[in-house]
T-cell receptor, first 113, second 115 residues
Framework: QQQVKQSPQSLIVQKGGISIINCAYE??????FPWYQQFPGKGPALLIA?????SEKKEGRFTISFNKSAKQFSLHIMDSQPGDSATYFC????????????FGSGTRLSIRP | GAVVSQHPSWVICKSGTSVKIECRSL??????MFWYRQFPKQSLMLMAT?????????EQGVEKDKFLINHASLTLSTLTVTSAHPEDSSFYIC???????????FGPGTRLTVL
C-alpha cells in the first residue's frame, strides 16, 4: 500500500513532442505528489508538485494531471527538448513534505533531436 | 533556492573500512534530514530520517549499527557506513527540510565504491 507505481520504464520522444509519464498509488492518505528530475550522477530536483485538491497544475512546459478517484497522476512535458533527457520520478507523501517521500521506480526519458 | 551539499562527491574504500559522508544545508537551517540510497538504474530508497539533536529513525531493513547517522547541528548531518562491503556500493543522497520551506531539498549525492 506504500507503493507508487510508475510507467513507462523508458520513453523516447521526438524533439517538440509531448512526453507523458504515468503514476498510480494505493494509499489514500497520500496528499502531496511531487515529480523529480534527475540527471546522471546528480541528486533529484523538484520539478513540480500537486496536492489532491486540484486536478491540474501547470508550470511552463510541465503539467501534472491528477485523478483522485482513480488514484492516478501523470506528468506531461510539452514541446520536449533534448535538455529534458533525464530520469523522472513521481513520488507521494502524506501529512507534509516533512514526511517520508515514497518514490516511483523512475522513467528514463530520451528526447531525440 | 535552498542549497544542500554533500562531501565527498565520490569515495573508494577497501572492504572492512568505515566511510563518513557529510550533508550540509548551506543557506538554511535543516530541522530534518533524510538519507537515501540509490542503486544503479533504480529508484531512491529512504534509509533514515534524522531530526537535529535526536536519534535517527531507520526504515525497516536498514541496519542502524551499520549506517550511523548523526545530526548534531541544524546544518550538518553525517552518515557513516561502518565495515563497508562491496554490496554497500551505491549512490547515497541526502535531503533537508528547513523552517519556512515546504519541500525537501536534495544534495548532489555521494558515489561510494567498496573494493
Amino acid at each position: 500500500q506504500q507503493q507508487v507505481k510508475q510507467s513507462p520504464q523508458s520513453l523516447i520522444v521526438q524533439k517538440g513532442g509531448i512526453s507523458i509519464i504515468n503514476c498510480a498509488y494505493e494509499n489514500t492518505a497520500f496528499d502531496y505528489f511531487p515529480w523529480y528530475q534527475q540527471f546522471p550522477g546528480k541528486g533529484p530536483a523538484l520539478l513540480i508538485a500537486i496536492r489532491p485538491d486540484v486536478s491540474e497544475k501547470k508550470e511552463g512546459r510541465f503539467t501534472i494531471s491528477f485523478n483522485k478517484s482513480a488514484k492516478q497522476f501523470s506528468l506531461h512535458i510539452m514541446d520536449s527538448q533534448p535538455g529534458d533527457s533525464a530520469t523522472y520520478f513521481c513520488a507521494a507523501s502524506s501529512g507534509s513534505s516533512a514526511s517520508k517521500i515514497i518514490f516511483g521506480s523512475g522513467t528514463r526519458l530520451s528526447i531525440r533531436p | 533556492g535552498a542549497v544542500v551539499s554533500q562531501h565527498p562527491s565520490w569515495v573508494i574504500c577497501k572492504s572492512g573500512t568505515s566511510v563518513k559522508i557529510e550533508c550540509r544545508s548551506l543557506d538554511f537551517q535543516a530541522t530534518t534530514m533524510f538519507w537515501y540510497r540509490q542503486f544503479p538504474k533504480q529508484s531512491l530508497m529512504l534509509m533514515a530520517t534524522s531530526n537535529e539533536g535526536s536519534k535517527a529513525t531507520y526504515e525497516q531493513g536498514v541496519e542502524k549499527d551499520k549506517f550511523l547517522i548523526n545530526h548534531a547541528s541544524l546544518t550538518l548531518s553525517t552518515l557513516t557506513v561502518t565495515s563497508a562491503h562491496p554490496e554497500d556500493s551505491s549512490f547515497y543522497i541526502c535531503s533537508a527540510l528547513g523552517r519556512g520551506y515546504n519541500e525537501q531539498f536534495f544534495g548532489p549525492g555521494t558515489r561510494l565504491t567498496v573494493l
